[in-house]
């Protein structure tokens, strides 16, 4: 772990404990206080870079300080390595591109899901890493083009699990506006949450079946994915952010 990363971590969990320790409860209620988890979020960009990854970066950080985790942003690679790595409770892909790790960082993060570590990745994490098929695994598919001329448009989406963290407050068909993913190499044993309606705008290729969240249980870890978030404005709607918490939640064993 970098200097700096240390010493922001050093920060945040001895602030955190000193403000536990200085709290009293009221006579005969036990002092109870846990240390808030950390969430990973990795940023780095070798192909197009959205202009909504500052966005949604401030917005993990605005989610975790109002629901008790806390997230850390980078773009370095060599973060991905096991002593740091192990402090994370969840590492978040927020619209990663290309080859973003080397051998010796895959090798690492494939050990830190296998010992029960959570991933989320977030609209084009499925744009990343195509020669590396176990993470095409863990994220459950990889991105095979989008509509143009316009690319954000607006459609419907079909709420298939309606007892999810991520979808339980959507209605059964959420209509919004964002940039529509195709996909390939869909792994078939994902639990669909939301569903792409076709018929509600022009340029998809999955057909009746066309996921666009989801989320399963891998090689020893949690994963989930969500295919929204291309534009700045995502990260304003409230149904989207309590989405990406619900998913957050779910990565974090709280349900």
Partial sequence: MHLLQQCTLFVLLATFTLSAQNYTEPPGLPVTAAIPELVLVFSKTEGFR?????????????????NGFIALRTETASDFNPENLKNYKLVVFLSTTQDVLNESQQKAFESYIQNGGSFLGIHAAADTEYEWPWYGKLVGGYFNGHPNNPNVRTASIQRIDKTHASSKHLPDTWVRTDEWYNYKNLNPDMQVVLNLDESSYEGGTNGDSHPIAWYHEF??????????????????EPEFRQHLLGAIEWCLNRD
């Fill in 219 to 236: 090689d020893g870890g949690r994963a989930y994915y969500t295919g929204g978030g291309h534009t700045e404005e995502s990260f304003d």
């Fill in 50 to 66: 959205h202009k909504s990854i500052e966005k949604g970066a401030l917005t993990l950080k605005q989610l975790g300080r109002a």
